[in-house]
């Protein structure tokens, strides 16, 4: 006879304590009560009427982040990553090719999330190059103008990660030739993580419509989401997974937030903040990591981890000190810098001030080797 032997979990009894905390690293940012309040909201049916409503004004609202007329927008249910393979898992097929420039992380997993496709290595002929618009691990703001040109010329789609730069440096997917966009929501959208809107250009569309094998994920098959997003001109939609329904709700808050203050005030926004923030850190002694300002990102800013001290004891000590998250680096730029993200409501003069106040209190307290 089986019998219940696990018993219930004493930590369970305890309720639930979550601190706040300044969300000052790469991701995630704080989300402000207006768009948490939006996820408290009931929820009801993934295929109610009311939230095929609430995704499409989802879909408006990408679009217009975006700055494209796609038809096939939509938001993925988990975080960046998911959107990520969705891309790749969509347009790339077992001896396709793909080209992934490499200035972070991002292209590195981008690359290493094709080659599980089973692809033959091959510099020729890709179908999809990757680029990441705002390498949130180096800091680096990778010029766009141009390139989408270029992949079309030599029939190659444009795949590019906007995860840490939309919003608050202008990015135009229709003008600049992307054939595939996607970001995050907790990021310059202040939302909780959990949702990443994606986007596909009609040449996307004809590469993903048009394979000769099934993609290798069922969940982030295009055929499948683009019914459940109202995208294929079907007259009705089919049950495909459980949309994170009060994800939805506080997504939808967030590019409302986004609509009215305008995407250009909110990108001049995060430029001068991050002006001022460079500046401020330059007065301080410190080293801002990417040297040209024109490919500093103006939402995620890296700098030069401070000579002679431990790095981790500077993230650690402002976080007890100063209730603020700063972060080290990530994959290549792990022990050689410190990341400051200030996005979306975060990013205010005031916010800058306070991290440069903790910066010069950390600096004081924490240990300075002698060589
Ligand atoms: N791309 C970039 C540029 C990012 O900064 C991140 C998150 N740090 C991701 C992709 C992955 O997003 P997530 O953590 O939401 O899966």
Redesign the pocket.
């Given at each position: 006879m089986s019998s219940f032997s696990v018993p219930p979990p004493k930590c369970l009894q305890k309720p639930l304590a979550v601190p706040h905390r300044y969300m000052f690293g790469?991701?995630p940012s704080n989300v402000p009560s207006r768009i948490l309040m939006a996820g408290i909201n009931p929820v009801i049916g993934h295929m109610h009427p009311e939230i095929f409503e609430i995704m499409n004004d989802i879909k408006s609202g990408i679009q217009y982040m975006f700055q494209t007329q796609n038809n096939m927008t939509l938001a993925v249910s988990g975080?960046?990553?998911?959107a990520?393979e969705c891309a790749i898992f969509n347009t790339v097929e077992p001896g396709d090719s793909v080209l992934s420039a490499v200035n972070g992380i991002?292209g590195e997993r981008a690359a290493d999330m094709a080659e599980r496709i089973g692809r033959a290595l091959s510099k020729y002929r890709p179908v999809v190059l990757f680029l990441?618009h705002?390498?949130?691990s180096t800091g680096v703001l990778h010029p766009l103008d141009g390139i989408g040109q270029l992949c079309h010329k030599y029939g190659c789609l444009l795949l590019v990660?906007s995860?840490?730069s939309i919003g608050g440096t202008p990015l135009f997917m229709d003008q600049q030739g992307i054939d595939i966009l996607y970001t995050?929501s907790?990021?310059v959208l202040n939302a909780p993580?959990g949702t990443?809107p994606i986007s596909f250009s009609e040449r996307a569309c004809q590469k993903v419509f048009n394979r000769r094998t099934k993609p290798v994920s069922f969940f982030l098959d295009l055929s499948w989401l683009a019914n459940y997003w109202g995208c294929d001109g079907k007259p009705s939609r089919v049950y495909h997974h459980t949309g994170p329904v009060t994800a939805f709700y506080s997504l939808r808050e967030s590019l409302a937030v986004l609509a009215e203050e305008g995407l250009e005030k909110s990108c001049e926004r995060h430029e001068k903040v991050a002006e001022y923030f460079h500046a401020g850190l330059e007065s301080m002694g410190l080293k801002l990591f990417v040297k040209e300002k024109k490919a500093r990102l103006p939402t995620v800013t890296t700098i030069v981890a401070p000579h002679g001290y431990d790095w981790k004891e500077i993230t650690t000590y402002i976080m007890k000190t100063h209730n603020l998250e700063i972060s080290g680096g990530l994959g290549p730029s792990v022990g050689l810098v410190l990341r400051v993200g200030l996005m979306g409501c975060n990013s205010t003069k005031d916010n800058v001030d306070m991290v440069l106040e903790a910066l010069k209190d950390a600096l004081k307290h924490c240990h300075k080797s002698k060589v």
């Amino acid at each position: 006879m089986s019998s219940f032997s696990v018993p219930p979990p004493k930590c369970l009894q305890k309720p639930l304590a979550v601190p706040h905390r300044y969300m000052f690293g790469p991701g995630p940012s704080n989300v402000p009560s207006r768009i948490l309040m939006a996820g408290i909201n009931p929820v009801i049916g993934h295929m109610h009427p009311e939230i095929f409503e609430i995704m499409n004004d989802i879909k408006s609202g990408i679009q217009y982040m975006f700055q494209t007329q796609n038809n096939m927008t939509l938001a993925v249910s988990g975080t960046g990553h998911t959107a990520m393979e969705c891309a790749i898992f969509n347009t790339v097929e077992p001896g396709d090719s793909v080209l992934s420039a490499v200035n972070g992380i991002w292209g590195e997993r981008a690359a290493d999330m094709a080659e599980r496709i089973g692809r033959a290595l091959s510099k020729y002929r890709p179908v999809v190059l990757f680029l990441a618009h705002g390498e949130s691990s180096t800091g680096v703001l990778h010029p766009l103008d141009g390139i989408g040109q270029l992949c079309h010329k030599y029939g190659c789609l444009l795949l590019v990660d906007s995860v840490a730069s939309i919003g608050g440096t202008p990015l135009f997917m229709d003008q600049q030739g992307i054939d595939i966009l996607y970001t995050g929501s907790q990021k310059v959208l202040n939302a909780p993580p959990g949702t990443a809107p994606i986007s596909f250009s009609e040449r996307a569309c004809q590469k993903v419509f048009n394979r000769r094998t099934k993609p290798v994920s069922f969940f982030l098959d295009l055929s499948w989401l683009a019914n459940y997003w109202g995208c294929d001109g079907k007259p009705s939609r089919v049950y495909h997974h459980t949309g994170p329904v009060t994800a939805f709700y506080s997504l939808r808050e967030s590019l409302a937030v986004l609509a009215e203050e305008g995407l250009e005030k909110s990108c001049e926004r995060h430029e001068k903040v991050a002006e001022y923030f460079h500046a401020g850190l330059e007065s301080m002694g410190l080293k801002l990591f990417v040297k040209e300002k024109k490919a500093r990102l103006p939402t995620v800013t890296t700098i030069v981890a401070p000579h002679g001290y431990d790095w981790k004891e500077i993230t650690t000590y402002i976080m007890k000190t100063h209730n603020l998250e700063i972060s080290g680096g990530l994959g290549p730029s792990v022990g050689l810098v410190l990341r400051v993200g200030l996005m979306g409501c975060n990013s205010t003069k005031d916010n800058v001030d306070m991290v440069l106040e903790a910066l010069k209190d950390a600096l004081k307290h924490c240990h300075k080797s002698k060589v």
